[in-house]
């Protein structure tokens, strides 16, 4: 009996003992494949965020390098083209941008899900709604020094902003086209040939803009034609790599009927995309409007547009992260694979935040130096050099912003970010603003002042977006 007891108790330790070497290694195998996951989605990321940077911040960089030209004629035309410049953006670049972002649902989507010949639909029925819409645009643009003037800003400077915009006008048509032929590509994660055409653009927009502005003697006139043939350059470059490369063939078959087709459906998508865009958007260009109504405008609001093109700038590299992160979680999604997009996300959070904190670092190493950029005005110099700290602090929370607002246009959650930047902005942000500058009388610190209150709402967004994306998880876990 005993020695039967012992051979039992042996084949039983001998069990578990076999167990314990299985589980172990099953966790150990668990352990190397989920390691290597996150090494593979970070170089994906990675190799599709470095390109989709550049390109970010060279197609901005086309507003940025009129600016500086014109800001060298003097501080009227620099306060004109500034003002201008914000106008633009708010009655027509943003809306345009923020229609043709539903493109990265509707083409990410179909992208993961291997229906390509969507694509070249979703991108043409895209291009049709926003070339319509920039008509009533180009009339709000004619009438820009009218409008301005209507609202209590100087005389002068609307006069300057009115005869930039018209020069402006042809770039608008130009710019929808580029935001969807944009998307079309970076869906498909085919980003270089965007670094390229937008590396091009960049360079031949610095001779137009040396061109027009001193050697024909054209003044913003000549900066703001010049903004309108590089976004006609770039268009054309992309139009014809698309129709010539044997890599879209699946996705591009020429132009078809099936873009007239359901175009109320993505109008549906495309005004909450615009409105989320929007929202965020208007609230930076509306903190220039209301240095027009602070003492001496012309020095605020040569300062602070200054400063907000500074911080658009930099603002390109957390829309390149955000376009990388939309990408991705947009083609796991349309596979059926929300775990993966999940893990995406949450690994350019991390590289936002490591982002985030370079660039505020940076950001206030050059503060004395880099209004030198923009004007030969000691005053502004100066004001321009106070202003960057607060600076440092908005582009730290932009690279974690962005990360979640691509997020969810990835997921198609545009309704929810509209009403999370509503209320950021609108009920907080801009009330906050105002009070600062006309009540306490900071004065242009303002712009700077309006980021703090946004720390909780990127917070909010972030437990949404995981939220779902779990739910999601276990959806299709079960």
């Not at 909450?272 to 609230?283: D, G, L, Q, V």
């Not at 000691?378 to 962005?402: H, K, N, W």
């Not at 303002?446 to 946004?454: K, Y």
């Amino acid at each position: 009996m005993e020695k039967g007891e012992k051979s039992d108790l042996q084949d039983l330790l001998c069990q578990n003992q076999d167990r314990f070497h299985e589980f172990t290694a099953g966790r150990v195998e668990q352990y190397f494949c989920f390691r290597a996951d996150i090494v593979e989605e970070v170089k994906r990321q990675l190799w599709l965020a470095g390109p989709l940077i550049a390109v970010s911040l060279m197609q901005y960089s086309l507003q940025v390098i009129s600016i500086m030209f014109v800001g060298h004629l003097g501080e009227l035309p620099l306060s004109g083209a500034s003002l201008a410049s914000s106008f633009a953006s708010v009655t027509g670049f943003s809306v345009l941008l923020g229609m043709g972002s539903a493109l990265e649902t509707l083409c990410g989507q179909a992208y993961g899900a291997r229906q390509y010949h969507m694509l070249g639909v979703h991108t043409q029925r895209a291009m049709l709604v926003l070339l319509t819409l920039s008509i009533p645009l180009s009339l709000i643009w004619y009438y820009t020094r009218n409008i301005l003037e209507s609202i209590g800003q100087d005389r002068e400077i609307c006069a300057e902003a009115g005869a930039f915009n018209r020069w402006m006008i042809p770039s608008l048509f130009g710019y929808g086209l580029l935001q969807c032929l944009n998307r079309f590509l970076q869906t498909q994660n085919n980003v270089f040939p965007l670094l390229i055409s937008s590396g091009v653009t960049a360079l031949m927009h610095i001779f137009f803009c040396w061109f027009f502005v001193f050697e024909c003697g054209w003044g913003s006139k000549g900066a703001a034609l010049s903004i309108t043939i590089s976004n006609w350059v770039n268009v054309f470059l992309l139009v014809i790599y698309i129709n010539l490369s044997p890599a879209f063939t699946e996705t591009w078959a020429g132009f078809s009927k099936e873009a007239f087709h359901d175009v109320l459906s993505f109008i549906k998508l495309a005004i909450p995309s615009a409105i989320m865009i929007c929202f965020e958007y208007w609230s930076f260009e509306m903190v220039v409007l209301l240095s027009g109504l602070l003492p001496n405008p012309k020095l605020e609001t040569s300062v602070l547009s200054v400063s907000l093109n500074t911080c658009w700038m930099v603002y390109m590299i957390s829309v390149g992260l955000g376009g990388a992160i939309s990408t991705r979680v947009s083609n796991e999604l349309g596979a059926g694979h929300p775990q993966g997009a999940l893990l995406a996300l949450r690994i350019m959070i991390i590289i936002a935040i490591s982002e985030g904190a370079v660039v505020a670092l940076v950001t206030i190493l050059v503060r004395n130096s880099w209004g030198k950029l923009y004007s030969n005005e000691g005053e502004v110099i100066r004001y321009i050099a106070t202003m960057m700290p607060l600076l440092a602090l908005s582009d730290f929370l932009d690279g974690f912003q962005c990360v979640l607002s691509g997020a969810a246009r990835g997921c198609g959650w545009q309704n929810l970010c509209a009403f999370v930047n509503l209320g950021a902005y609108y009920i907080v942000g801009i009330p906050s603003a105002v009070l600062l500058a006309f009540v306490f009388h900071i004065g242009g610190a303002l712009d700077g002042n309006h980021m703090w209150p946004l720390c909780s709402s990127y917070c909010t967004r972030y437990d949404k977006c995981m939220h779902r994306l779990e739910s999601r998880g276990e959806e299709s876990s079960a």
